[in-house]
């Protein structure tokens, strides 16, 4: 599978974001999805991951109450709705997939920045 995420750009603090993130080659019904983001000189940090089906969903503890992740597997997209910017989220934002069952996050997507400025 392909993966394209799309969205981001230069925000304001308080201000919210849409990412997208666009799966082709195979359908992403078959893959539990996940946002990660990485800033600079800083490690990567999980964001927040869909099952599947759409069932089970979870968030890093610092978005928690501010973004939510969506898909729409007939569209084959995964959505991260981001709300209340702030700058300590400027990062570049990657969409990730793994087959179900899988531990590990084996297909990326490029990125997308974003930057929220104070």
């Known amino acids: 599978v392909q993966l394209q995420a799309s969205g981001g750009g230069l925000v304001q603090a308080g201000d919210s974001l849409r990412l997208s993130c666009a799966g082709s080659g195979r359908t992403l019904s078959d893959y539990d999805m996940g946002w990660f983001r990485q800033a600079p000189g800083k490690e990567r940090e999980f964001v927040a991951g869909i099952s599947w089906s759409g069932g089970h969903i979870e968030y890093g503890i610092s978005v928690l109450g501010r973004f939510l992740i969506s898909r729409d597997n007939a569209r084959n997209t995964v959505d991260l709705q981001m709300n209340s910017l702030k700058p300590e989220d400027t990062a570049v934002y990657y969409c990730?997939?793994?087959?179900?069952?899988?531990?590990?996050?084996?297909?990326w997507g490029q990125g997308t920045l974003v930057t929220v400025s104070s």
């Open positions: 990730a997939a793994r087959l179900k069952g899988m531990a590990r996050y084996d297909y």
